[in-house]
């Protein structure tokens, strides 16, 4: 059972810019579609941003485009959220996960939290006005 962890979330300024990185929690060869989740208090948890398992189609939700940047480093299997212009809607518990599945799907797959087999514990957000 492959579980990942996050990393690098906390507390930063309106305007600010933070990183988080998601690692599995062993050693794997296997390379994994996968993705950013955020919930706030009081609401369902959305869909951030998703990379396909070779990194080379992303998609994210609208209100980050052009503000956030997802890349994995295949070699380790990490996986980065580089998030620039933070604002304080931004704040929440940020979760990665990732299929179980292989291979390549439509964009709307990666959508869906129902998509993803295994997920991280979650790192908190905070971003201040």
């Known amino acids: 059972q492959l579980q990942v962890v996050e990393s690098g979330g906390g507390l930063v300024q309106a305007g600010g810019s933070l990183r988080l990185s998601c690692a599995p929690s062993e050693r794997t060869s296997s390379n994994y579609n996968m993705g950013w989740f955020r919930q706030a208090p009081g609401k369902e948890r959305e869909f951030v941003a998703g990379?396909?398992?070779?990194?080379?189609?992303?998609y994210f939700v609208d209100s980050v485009k052009d503000r956030f940047i997802i890349s994995k480093d295949k070699a380790k299997n990490t996986l980065y959220l580089q998030m620039n212009s933070l604002k304080p809607e931004d704040t929440a518990v940020y979760y990665c996960?990732?299929?179980?599945?292989?291979?390549?799907?439509?964009?709307?797959?990666?959508?869906?939290?129902?998509?993803?087999?295994?997920w991280g514990q979650g790192t908190q957000v905070t971003v201040s006005s």
């Open positions: 996960a990732a299929m179980a599945a292989i291979g390549d799907y439509r964009a709307s797959t990666y959508y869906k939290p129902e998509s993803y087999n295994y």
């Open positions: 990379i396909s398992w070779t990194g080379s189609r992303t």
